[in-house]
């Protein structure tokens, strides 16, 4: 078991390992308490009893447990405000906690409940996709989606703790197991150094290898957290984590997300490598090739509209108020480990990075 410390103010430690004794890990951390564990329809059948069992073991008192249905859509004002109402009628008072037990969709909606609830109240995120391990339950973003566009309502709220269990990954399905892995390798460039070099073990910790598993996700976490610290709040550096996610965004819109969000990406990344190589002169694109392909993701795709695309990317940059009609922006790598950020790109540059998906590029 390894645990990362997440040193904003107050600190929190992220926990990662197999098997982990939620209730005990927690003691150091969280003193037990009156609690209402959250989770969805998926992840309830399959891991709330071990959950809950281990807390109340360890003296929490476990007023209710709830569930919502699984999915995206469930990240909406509607199922917010049902939990709300089912969080109060539990009883749950100022100083009881609120286990967040899923995959991102689960973290961020439950830890907006815990962020607006009584004007917020103690989150413990316990993930169970890789996604949420290494990326959505570390940095307190939280919040829900609107009609009008994702994650367009939300808060900052950090968790008192994280308890990553990958013992809890072995009922989820492939795809999000690459999904995570997107992420992961994502971080991996950005960072450089050790955690660079450890991704050749991806194919290890795929076929369920547990140690090479474990260290990827903790140096992701600690990635992660070591970008959060020096930019809590989304100033600037944060943005680096949008590698691979300008275009990557406006390809999983374009297919009415048929595309996954890491199938997306990592397209995003092939893209943004064939960009780079041509503003940097730094040459990524078969070494990252070689690491999505190993994590089964797309590193070609053929079939899309490259208008929509460019649409789709627009809508999103309206959000952001970047000015400059027909430029993008862009983060790049210069070099494994070094990103740069807000590199303007033209619509004739993304063009031609996207017609390298139709081809070997
Ligand atoms: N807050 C952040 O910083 C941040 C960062 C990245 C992504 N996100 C958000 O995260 C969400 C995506 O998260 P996700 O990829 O974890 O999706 P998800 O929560 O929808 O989980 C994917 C699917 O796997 C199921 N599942 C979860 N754990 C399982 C398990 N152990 N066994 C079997 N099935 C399981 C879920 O029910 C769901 O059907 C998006 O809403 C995104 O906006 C937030
Ligand atoms: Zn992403």
């Given at each position: 078991m390894n645990t990362v410390t997440v040193?904003?103010?107050p600190s929190y430690p992220v926990v990662i390992g197999a098997e982990i004794p939620i209730g005990e890990v927690l003691a150091a951390h969280v003193s037990p308490g009156p609690c209402v564990i959250v989770t969805d329809s998926n992840v309830g059948p399959l891991h709330l009893a071990d959950a809950c069992g281990s807390l109340e073991s360890a003296g929490w008192e476990v007023l209710d447990n709830l569930q919502f249905i699984a999915?995206?859509?469930?990240?909406s004002l509607k199922v917010y405000s049902e939990l709300l109402g089912r969080v109060a009628r539990t009883g749950l008072g100022r100083d009881g906690t609120i286990f967040a037990l899923g995959g991102g969709v689960v973290g961020d909606l439950v830890g907006f409940v815990a962020a607006s609830y009584m004007r917020g109240v103690r989150l413990v995120m316990l993930p169970t996709t890789l996604l949420s391990m290494v990326?959505?339950?570390?940095?307190?973003k939280v919040g829900l989606d609107l009609p009008e566009g994702k994650n367009l309502v939300g808060a900052f709220h950090q968790p008192e703790a994280v308890v990553a269990d990958i013992a809890r990954l072995e009922t989820l399905p492939e795809r999000e197991i690459s999904n995570g892995l997107a992420e992961l390798v994502k971080m991996g460039l950005l960072a450089g150094g050790e955690y660079f070099r450890d991704l050749d073990a991806i194919s290890a910790a795929r076929s369920g290898d547990s140690g090479p598993l474990v260290k990827l996700i903790e140096h992701a976490v600690r990635y992660k957290a070591s970008v959060v610290e020096r930019d809590e709040r989304e100033g600037g550096l944060r943005s680096v984590l949008n590698y691979g996610h300008t275009i990557g965004h406006g390809l999983e819109a374009a297919s009415g997300y048929r595309l996954s969000h890491g199938e997306a990406i990592s397209l995003g990344m092939v893209c943004a490598a064939k960009i780079g190589a041509k503003h940097t002169g730094f040459d990524l694109m078969e070494r990252q090739r070689e690491l999505l392909l190993a994590c089964g993701l797309p590193v070609t795709q053929t079939g899309f509209d490259a208008g929509a695309v460019l649409a789709a990317m627009s809508r999103d940059k309206k959000r952001a108020a970047e000015?400059?009609?027909?430029m993008h922006r862009f983060v790049l790598?210069?070099?494994?480990?070094r990103p740069v950020w807000g590199v303007s790109v033209s619509e004739p540059e993304v063009i031609e990075a996207l017609e390298t998906l139709k081809g070997a590029g």
């Open positions: 040193d904003l103010t999915g995206e859509e469930s990240k990326d959505s339950s570390v940095g307190g000015d400059g009609a027909r790598l210069e070099e494994i480990g």
